[in-house]
């Protein structure tokens, strides 16, 4: 089944500890991104990857790394979380660049106390 | 700056009614392609319909339907016969190539 795989699904942690919402996708494709939906604010998008070794910033990418080291997995990083980083996080895929319709994860829901 | 502007937080609709969800966006770029999403009390993110600017032909997809007029940059979703199962918030998006951009979301419900 073609499907984009988020872990974890629900995350509660603290100010300042290291933590790593990790992304896969099993097919095959080229285009990797990650957003953050907050009320009244929509989808905000933090990263995105072109392809393997490829990424780049989105609209609010301040606090958080990606890596894109094989063409299936695109993991987001938060080194020092905040809480106001509290959100719900998707990440999603598509088959190439981004004018194709993008497949998404079920979602991380993150609380930062 | 690339904006979506979707200007109907919420919307309420009669089953069987037909509804339409507004959309604008602002880019200087000619080539495009704009999407509906649709996300349900689950929270997972459905594509409902796609445009590519360059079509001057409205996508339809079933009951779901689009006015994209370019000049005016709006891009609105026309949904016919409402069914309870579109009770729904609905995203309006576009990307120019590399970013995505996602509107405020309209949070629709359909009433038995």
């Known amino acids: 089944e073609a499907q984009v795989t988020q872990n974890p699904r629900y995350l509660i942690t603290v100010t300042g500890k290291k933590l790593t919402v990790t992304c896969s996708q099993n097919m095959n494709h080229e285009y990797m991104s990650w957003y953050r939906q907050d009320p009244g604010l929509g989808l905000r998008q933090i990263y995105y990857s072109m392809n393997v070794e490829v990424t780049d910033k989105g609209d609010v990418p301040e606090g958080y790394k990606v890596s894109r080291k094989e063409k299936r997995n695109f993991p987001l990083i938060l080194e020092s979380p905040s809480p106001n980083q509290t959100s719900l996080y998707f990440c999603a895929s598509s088959l190439r660049r981004s004018n194709q319709p993008q497949h998404f994860g079920d979602g991380t829901r993150l609380s930062i106390l | 700056a690339q904006t979506v502007t979707q200007s109907q937080p919420e919307m309420s609709v009669q089953e069987a009614e037909t509804v339409t969800l507004s959309c604008t966006y602002d880019?200087?770029?000619?080539?495009?392609?704009l999407f509906w999403y649709k996300q349900p009390p689950s929270r997972q993110m459905i594509l409902v319909i796609r445009?590519?600017?360059?079509?001057?032909q409205n996508a339809t997809e079933n009951r779901f339907s689009v006015n994209f007029q370019k000049a005016a940059k709006s891009f609105s979703l026309k949904i016919s016969d409402s069914q309870l199962g579109d009770t729904a918030m609905y995203f309006c998006?576009?990307?120019?190539?590399?970013?995505?951009?996602f509107g405020t979301g309209t949070s629709l419900t359909v009433i038995p």
């Open positions: 880019t200087s770029e000619n080539n495009y392609y």
């Open positions: 445009q590519e600017a360059y079509k001057q």
């Open positions: 998006a576009f990307t120019t190539g590399n970013q995505f951009y």
